[in-house]
């Protein structure tokens, strides 16, 4: 895929980024040999890779029991709110 001056200008626009004129066709030349790259990635053949949930997975973790550690505070927090209705905080509405 290559890309153009004017797709480098609309993406350092939509990244917020400064991007000197004399420095766009060096962008636009790499982020085409990044983008050509991840189409060769995409042509891999992964079907017979089993998908994982974490990279470590045949290791075990250490975890700690799930028990409860603190009691209830919400009344004294709730004593600081400026309004608070059956437990839960009221806020402005902020969107129409």
Known sequence: ?????DDVRTIAR???????EQDIPRYADNLSRILDFVAQLDQADTSHVAPMAH???????RLRDDVVTETSQRDLFQENAPQVDAGLYLVPKVIE
């Open 14 to 20: 939509l990244a917020r980024l400064a991007i000197s």
């Open 55 to 61: 990279p470590l997975s045949s290791l075990t973790q």
């Open 1 to 5: 895929m290559s890309l153009t001056p």
